[in-house]
């Protein structure tokens, strides 16, 4: 499957944010959809999953901030950013996965090319 995220941009401290991945190539339903951000000088972090039954999983630190839903008829998984903060700062990547795991980075298959979030202070 391919992957193609949208949305990032620079936004101020409290601002939202969403952003978009859309899927092509195989059946976008069968897949795990995952969100990743690397802020620079940093290792790839996992920020938030949503399985293929709709079922959820949060990084502490964005729970209560951020949202995962995925729309199955557009391919298209989307992440809700909400009270940013500048530690939110970083390249955002949307991933898939066929592995029951779908938390863990490594598992995951499909990578897209990333979208920058800048939240200035």
């Known amino acids: 499957v391919q992957l193609q995220a949208s949305g990032g941009g620079l936004v101020h401290t409290g601002d939202s944010l969403r952003l978009s991945c859309v899927g092509s190539?195989?059946?976008?339903?069968?897949?795990?959809m995952g969100w990743f951000r690397q802020a620079p000088g940093k290792e790839r972090e996992f920020v938030v999953a949503?399985?293929?039954?709709?079922?959820?999983r949060y990084a502490d630190s964005v729970k209560g901030r951020f949202t995962i839903s995925r729309d199955n008829a557009k391919s298209t998984v989307y992440l809700q950013m909400n009270s940013l903060k500048p530690e939110d700062t970083a390249v955002y990547y949307c991933?898939?996965?066929?592995?029951?795991?779908?938390?863990?980075?490594?598992?995951?298959?499909?990578w897209g090319q990333g979208t920058q979030v800048t939240v200035s202070s």
């Open positions: 949503i399985n293929r039954s709709g079922g959820t």
């Open positions: 190539g195989r059946t976008f339903r069968n897949y795990h």
């Open positions: 991933a898939a996965t066929s592995n029951v795991q779908y938390w863990i980075p490594t598992y995951y298959s499909y």
